[in-house]
């Protein structure tokens, strides 16, 4: 099982879009995925028209109640997010334990729940680096964060690393001192243009950067694609989208196939 947490500093760099697309990609490639949705705004879980606020992920960190897994399809499943998670992150900020929630909610429910089914988790979290976002972390094996050519873009590439450092320290088994954070750090040149000073700038900057997996450019269908509540994995089934746009799905498939292969 890989679980993969998509996550970013700043909002609007296209963070749910990524993890949405590259969930129905390994889908459509015959991989079972489960979505977790840690983001109060629900954005995810909406894209599935999902709107029950009953038996969320915020159960998870109250530590009480029904979890319920969404089938959405034979390969795509999803816990619903929770409009007030945020809220909920507040409420147990005080506990020793507020950060190992969900490494605890696996533990106790990985056999119950038949989580081993899954080849992959990912995770959605809210722009931030709040509690939720930490208890991604720790579970995760690899973070994919977008960067984008925009003021602070690349900004947010050295502060997420210094907050995932600090995590590390943090978060440790007291007896042994080994870090529960064994995550890699990964980022996603995402909404570049081809034609900008901007996305220029950002892609030398990047140039030669080990931890930069992928290239994703400023494309409408696929900013779109949460909009509409229709992947890139749907679209290309439409024969005339396909024709018209077979380029742009060719090499979609071809940055997630790279994505896989470097985690």
Not at 12 to 36: D, P, Q, R, S
Not at 58 to 76: M, T
Not at 129 to 148: E, M, Q
Not at 218 to 235: A, G, P
């Amino acid at each position: 099982m890989e679980i993969i947490t998509f996550s970013a500093i700043k909002g609007g760099v296209g963070k749910t879009t990524l993890a949405f697309n590259y969930g129905e990609w390994l889908a459509k490639n015959g991989k079972h995925v489960l979505f977790i949705d840690l983001d109060h705004q629900s954005n995810l879980t909406q894209t599935y028209n999902i709107y029950d606020n009953q038996d969320t992920v915020g159960n998870i960190f109250l530590d009480r109640g029904k979890v319920k897994i969404h089938e959405i399809s034979a390969y795509i499943s999803i816990i619903a997010g929770d409009m007030h998670l945020d809220d909920i992150e507040r409420t147990i900020e005080n506990k020793t334990n507020k950060n190992m929630f969900l490494y605890m909610w696996l533990s106790d429910n990985y056999e119950r729940l038949n989580l081993g089914k899954f080849e992959y988790i990912i995770l959605d979290c809210h722009p931030d680096f709040s509690t939720a976002t930490k208890n991604a972390v720790i579970i995760s094996n690899a973070i994919l964060s977008p960067i984008t050519p925009s003021e602070h873009g690349y900004n947010a590439k050295f502060n997420l690393e210094e907050r995932i450092n600090e995590l590390r320290k943090e978060a440790i088994d007291y007896s042994t001192r080994k870090s529960y954070v064994t995550t890699k750090l990964f980022f996603i040149a995402n909404m570049i243009k081809h034609n900008t000073r901007s996305s220029r700038e950002l892609l030398k900057a990047l140039k030669g950067d080990p931890s930069v997996l992928a290239t994703v450019p400023e494309k409408e269908l696929f900013n779109r694609s949460t909009l509409d509540k229709k992947s890139l994995s749907k679209m290309a089934e439409d024969h005339k989208t396909y024709i018209d746009q077979h380029e742009f799905f060719n090499s979609m498939d071809k940055t997630f196939n790279e994505i896989t292969e470097k985690l």
